[in-house]
């Protein structure tokens, strides 16, 4: 069993910058890999960003590759996704997922097996 809970979301304007934070418990976490996904009202959940167990090779999604940075510290148990220059499509309650399956994972939501409960990100024009 793993658990993730999520934090740092909140309300940014424009432009602006937002970290967020998901901390994992229940099982060793450098050895699986970890996803941020989000979902905007009325739209499905999508892929934002994923990470190797290492932290070595990420990938993005196009639309956010160039502004977002996901990372992770084994020693926190902890992963991140930086968010820069924010746009008002930015916004969605955003979720980081474990597939401990692998050491790197990929884009489709059904590869995670653990999802955490979801940060809302709201970002004003």
């Known amino acids: 069993q793993v658990q993730l809970v999520e934090s740092g979301g909140g309300l940014v304007q424009a432009g602006g910058s937002l970290r967020l934070s998901c901390l994992a418990s229940?099982?060793?976490?450098?050895?699986?890999?970890m996803g941020w996904f989000r979902q905007a009202p009325e739209k499905e959940r999508e892929f934002v960003a994923t990470?190797?167990?290492?932290?070595?090779?990420?990938n993005y999604a196009d639309s956010v590759k160039g502004r977002f940075i996901i990372s992770r510290d084994n020693a926190k148990n902890t992963v991140y996704l930086q968010m820069n220059s924010l746009k008002p499509e930015d916004a969605a309650i955003y979720y980081c997922?474990?597939?401990?399956?692998?050491?790197?994972?990929?884009?489709?939501?059904?590869?995670?097996?653990?999802w955490g409960q979801g940060t809302q990100v709201t970002v004003s024009s």
């Open positions: 229940g099982r060793t976490f450098s050895r699986y890999a």
């Open positions: 997922a474990a597939d401990t399956d692998v050491s790197y994972s990929g884009s489709s939501s059904d590869n995670y097996d653990y």
């Open positions: 990470i190797s167990y290492s932290g070595r090779i990420t």
